[in-house]
């Protein structure tokens, strides 16, 4: 499974941007689908997953700003940027958990190669 990544880029702050995730490969299906972002030094944190059925989770400081979505015919989630912080300056890596392979019974988590997301003050 591989997962393709774009739409990353700089940006005022203030701005937006929308981020794009899809899944190629062969799966029989996808639980979660979501977005981590991560910073020189520090741990990767959750921004925002939207499972299978359409719920969501964010992180506080994405609380009201971004928005995630999901189509789940094309295998692709999406993360829409409003009001972007400098804070918010990142490389941001797409998530799949729980894949449902045709090969094994155990379910599989990946990660795409990420994308750099900048806001300048």
């Known amino acids: 499974v591989q997962l393709q990544a774009s739409g990353g880029g700089l940006v005022q702050a203030g701005g937006s941007l929308r981020l794009s995730c899809a899944a190629s490969?062969?799966?029989?299906?996808?639980?979660?689908m979501g977005w981590y972002r991560q910073t020189p030094g520090k741990q990767r944190e959750m921004v925002a997953r939207i499972n299978s059925g359409g719920s969501t989770y964010y992180a506080d400081s994405v609380k009201g700003r971004f928005t995630i979505s999901r189509d789940n015919a094309k295998n692709t989630v999406y993360l829409q940027m409003n009001s972007l912080k400098p804070e918010d300056t990142a490389v941001y890596y797409c998530?799949?958990?729980?894949?449902?392979?045709?090969?094994?019974?155990?379910?599989?988590?990946?990660w795409g190669q990420g994308t750099q997301v900048t806001v300048s003050s």
């Open positions: 490969g062969t799966f029989f299906s996808i639980n979660v």
């Open positions: 998530y799949a958990g729980g894949v449902r392979l045709p090969t094994t019974p155990t379910l599989r988590d990946y």
